[in-house]
């Protein structure tokens, strides 16, 4: 009887917080098209050039990390040229991100409420727009949520959730390199409890970065990259 209550009221949470999770969506999605921001529209016509053939820091100047620009020339070239298209695509992105913590962590309702708040504020805080922040801040609060979930011994890691750890670590990076010093001390709470899954997680991250070194160097764009993004800031 008392296991049978457990899971109804699992089952209750989770409806519950599904619907919240829903409604913030929805309100992000009326919201979408609200505001205009500079930093956006360098993003956006960046990624345009770039889908276009242009070379970033080769062709065309930039002091940011690459990702937003990235991020933009996919979405442009999977759907075409639409503002509308690539706020979706970073709303969705969000919206998915926290679903995924929903599953793992079983924290329905939290996780729920969370969403909703996040529909209902992020258009103040140009969490809906393009850029390397909406991008960055998200992948660092996924990062967070699963080293404070390890650490408390509600998931254990396998190379599926290390993989999924390492991949959202390593657009936080690429979108934003202050994020460094998160996913660094991410990694040292981890190593703590577990030395194997730090080291399993460090070396994916270093790879997907590694590949983007490798780009800049295959492209000619390293020396560009340098003076643009790490000398000029």
Known sequence: MEQQDVLQGIGR???AGISLLLVGFSISLLLINQGQFVDEADNLVVGFLMQNGES???DLFSHHF?????????????????????????????????????RISNAYLPVGITGLIW??????????MVLYSSIAGICVAVVFCL?????????????????????YATIAFLSDPLTVYCLFLSLVFI??????????????IFTGVGLYVTYLLLSGSYDSFFEQVIRFN
Not at 70 to 76: D, E, K, P, R, T
Not at 191 to 204: G, H, N, Y
């Open 13 to 15: 949470n989770a409806t």
């Open 56 to 58: 970033l820091y080769k």
């Open 66 to 102: 690459p990702m937003a620009y990235l991020w933009v020339a996919m979405v442009i070239q999977l759907v075409g040229k639409s503002i509308f298209a690539v706020r979706l695509s970073i709303l969705v992105f969000q919206f998915f991100s926290l679903a995924a913590i929903m």
């Open 119 to 128: 529909g209902l504020l992020r258009v103040f805080y140009k969490g809906h």
């Open 147 to 167: 080293t404070l979930l390890f650490l408390l011994d509600v998931i254990k890691f396998d190379f599926k959730l290390a993989l999924f750890f390492s991949v």
């Open 191 to 204: 190593a703590l409890k577990s030395t194997r899954w730090a080291v399993v997680s460090a070396t994916i």
